[in-house]
Each structure stands twice: as structure tokens, then as C-alpha cells.
Nanobody, 121 residues
Framework: QVQLVESGGGLVQAGGSLRLSCVVS????????MGWYRQAPGKQRELVAR???????NYPDSVKGRFTISRDNAKSTVYLQMNSLKPEDTAVYYC???????????????WGQGTQVTVSS
């Protein structure tokens, strides 16, 4: 059974920093791509960072240069370091684990329960 548990959210002033963590249970972490997504009220869930099993990363322009995703395979944990936070970064942040199925580019995806990040102006 794959379970994801996020932590590290909270309230921070604009310009501040937070680090989110997501611990993944189940012996699949090292072979899985991991992603952080966010969803603000009334908006669709959007990708904010992704890291492959090999360590390649990608970010949307909205967070590039401010957010950094990293992973520790020994701890089955993925992190999201968020710097220079803005009020528009306020959202629930979710962790996603993309487990390969053996079919090219087909994964089984698991989600965490989410952690609230609120950035005050």
C-alpha cells in the first residue's frame, strides 16, 4: 500500500520561506517520479515542481527561481523549498507519486492529503 504524508505547511509573510516534506511508504519511492501540485480556492490543481527518478526537475515559470524540489531516496522523502513567497502562492499543496507500471509512460498515481500554505501580504 502506497501512502503519502505531507508536512511543513503554515502561515508565512510575503517574502518568507517554507519547506514542505512528503514521506512515501511502500518500496517504490526510488523508481518513481514525484511532483508537487497546488490548488487555490476556485482554481484548478496545477503543477509547481516535478522530479524524475533520475533527478531531473521541471518548474512552471510562476515558481522558477523561487521553488526547488529535491528528493532523498534513503528517506523516501521529497521536499519543496519555497523562497520569496507571494500571496498568490497561497493554496493547498499536494504531493504526487508516479509509480511506473511497466508500460511506456503509464503510471499509477498516488496523492497525499495536502498541506495548507498561506502567504500574508
Amino acid at each position: 500500500q502506497v501512502q503519502l504524508v505531507e508536512s511543513g505547511g503554515g502561515l508565512v509573510q510575503a517574502g518568507g520561506s517554507l519547506r514542505l516534506s512528503c514521506v512515501v511508504s511502500g518500496n517504490i519511492f526510488s523508481i518513481s517520479a514525484m511532483g508537487w501540485y497546488r490548488q487555490a480556492p476556485g482554481k484548478q490543481r496545477e503543477l509547481v515542481a516535478r522530479i524524475t527518478s533520475g533527478g531531473s526537475t521541471n518548474y512552471p515559470d510562476s515558481v522558477k527561481g523561487r521553488f526547488t524540489i529535491s528528493r532523498d531516496n534513503a528517506k523516501s522523502t521529497v521536499y519543496l523549498q519555497m523562497n520569496s513567497l507571494k500571496p498568490e502562492d497561497t493554496a493547498v499543496y499536494y504531493c504526487k507519486c508516479e509509480v511506473p507500471t511497466g508500460t511506456w509512460r503509464v503510471t499509477t498515481d498516488y496523492w497525499g492529503q495536502g498541506t495548507q500554505v498561506t502567504v500574508s501580504s
